[in-house]
């Protein structure tokens, strides 16, 4: 199993949207974490697979966030299974995975694959349309899903998701503060939403385990290479 521990910053790309060699390098080369490949509409077999060759000409790990079955690819470091744990419709919470199970069960790699369980809190993104997420919450209602994920379904992420707008920060920090050092840091916290410079990722780093950055990589390149998390040398 893959040690995401020290992890800070990673790069999200989407099968579904060009990026040029150029651009790619960058993004690998930058210092990120990790590459993470996925997307809610549009992900195919043929499309991820096609990006999995052009990241691998680079050593950074790479993890395949799992969206449907199409996009099921073999040779990643890693796979996520994400769980949106506040939609408000229940096929998307376990019946997507349990047709994939069916199919493939014998031959998935268990000891590769990891539950990530998310809150989407953007009510106009496509994942919380998709999934009829109830993205009307509280820090108390966020906290209660993050305290669901970490101490009854004992999942190894919670993923804060506002996915395409900058979120409240002072949400993610009280969740933070709360589920991540009053309870023992059993679980590592993401975020992941409209990040578009580095002083926002800079104040969101500080806010959870971990940023994801996506949809800057094909509004401005350059922007978000700058969000990359640096370690102060003493």
Known sequence: ????????????????????????EALCESGTDAIIVGG???????????LLSRIRRYALPCILEISNREAIVPGFDHYFIPVVLNAKNPKWLFEPHI???????????WHDISTVGYCVLNRDSSVAKLTESDTELTVEDVLAYGRLATHVLNLPYFYIEYSGVYGDIELVKEVYGRLGKSENGK??????????????????????????????????IEAALQTVVKEEVE
């Open 99 to 109: 047709e994939v199970i069916k199919e493939l069960g014998t031959i998935i790699p």
């Open 1 to 24: 199993m893959i040690d995401t521990s020290t992890w800070r910053h990673a790069f999200k790309l989407d099968p579904d949207k060009d990026i040029t060699d150029e651009h790619l």
């Open 40 to 50: 809610t509409l549009g992900v195919t077999f043929d499309h991820t697979i096609d």
């Open 187 to 220: 679980i590592q916290m993401i975020y992941g939403g409209g990040i578009s410079d580095k002083r926002q990722a800079e104040a969101m780093n500080g806010a959870a385990d971990m940023i994801v950055v996506g949809n800057l990589i094909y509004e401005n």
